[in-house]
């Protein structure tokens, strides 16, 4: 047989293989390592290959967020771009809005509601499973407000209120813990926001709207159109015992 001895194991007696017509062969079992040992390097290849950067965070903030008088309160106002075309902004950047809050937000839940002029709603809030809200207006105009209602706050009792349109574009950050309620006042509004919790009807409650303890400066011009429901909202003073 042509060539030198070729081992199918350094620890087997020296030896040829078996003979093939076109010339000795490598054993199956040297194959075997090679495909083996190719295999390996294509999977530590794989497994070595760089890890793709992260994209990178932007630096360049889209929104303006200012603190009201009520603690953890935020007036959110996006950057608008604008031309004779039309505008573009981001209504929501959850990394942005973070950062401009201070705090970790989980949002579970977007409603959406179109109401007439006059027609006031709440002052609702969900005790237990509070709701964080962030409101806006997309068509029309109303005046927003935030009434603090937690107990252990230093401004348990006092209300904030903002005039959110769909012309000014600004939101509202009203977290777990206050009660909010709105008043329209163009001829049809619709208000959308976004919750922290699931609408739970039975943990639902409503301060009354017009309560003396509160003296809330509603802009009305006539008596608002109510629902049932909060037309029996409850006294603050008798729901806290103040």
């Known amino acids: 047989a042509r060539g030198g001895a070729v081992y199918s194991h350094h620890r087997e007696p020296a030896g040829l293989e078996g003979g093939m017509p076109r010339g000795n062969r490598l054993p199956s079992e040297v194959d075997q390592c090679r495909a083996v040992k ?37 007036l959110i106002e996006p950057q608008v771009f604008g031309d004779d075309r039309g505008f573009f902004f981001e209504s ?13 937000v989980n949002f579970v839940q977007d409603n959406h509601s179109k109401s007439a002029r006059g027609v006031l709603r709440g002052l ?17 105009e109303v005046f927003d407000v ?20 769909a012309e000014n574009k600004r ?27 699931y609408y ?16 809330i400066k509603w802009p009305l011009v006539e008596a608002p159109k109510l629902s049932s429901k909060d037309q029996n909202g ?3 003073s008798e729901m806290f015992n103040v």
Request: net charge neutral; proline share 7%.
């Open 171 to 197: 939101q509202l950050w009203i977290p777990e813990g206050l009660a909010h309620g709105f008043l329209v006042l163009s001829e049809t509004a619709e208000f959308l926001y976004k919750t922290t919790d």
């Open 146 to 165: 935030a009434v603090d209602i937690r107990q252990d706050s230093p401004t348990f009792g006092s209300w904030v209120g903002e005039i959110l349109s």
């Open 234 to 236: 409850v006294l603050f």
């Open 200 to 215: 739970a009807p039975s943990n639902e409650g409503c301060v009354r709207w017009d309560d003396q303890t509160l003296a």
């Open 92 to 104: 929501f950047n959850h990394a942005q809005f973070e950062a401009a809050i201070g705090r970790k």
């Open 124 to 140: 609702h809030f969900q005790n237990p499973n509070p709701q964080g809200k962030l409101v806006r207006v997309t068509q029309g």
């Open 38 to 74: 190719s295999a390996c390097s294509a999977t530590c290849q794989e497994r070595l290959r760089p890890v793709p950067a992260e994209h990178p965070k932007r630096k360049d903030f889209l929104m303006k967020a200012t603190p009201l008088s009520i603690r953890d309160v935020y």
